[in-house]
């Protein structure tokens, strides 16, 4: 029989290896997304108008 430090051991190895699984899973999606490129300076909106009329 099993102790109860000995499940909560086995739980987190279980628990760790699906994370880690998972993280992996997502960053094979996201590689296979293609190459990221960043959204132009204009499109964010962070300065209104008058950042392409001073720019």
């Known amino acids: ?3 109860r430090s000995q499940w909560v ?3 987190t190895g279980i628990l760790a ?3 880690g699984g ?3 899973l997502l960053v094979q999606i996201l590689d296979w997304r ?3 490129l ?3 300076i204009e ?3 962070l300065l209104g ?3 392409c009329r001073w720019g």
């Open 34 to 36: 293609g190459e990221f």
């Open 22 to 24: 998972g993280y992996l």
């Open 9 to 11: 051991a086995v739980f």
């Open 1 to 3: 029989m099993m102790t």
């Open 43 to 45: 499109s964010l909106g």
């Open 38 to 40: 960043p959204a132009p």
């Open 49 to 51: 108008e008058f950042g």
């Open 17 to 19: 290896v699906l994370l």
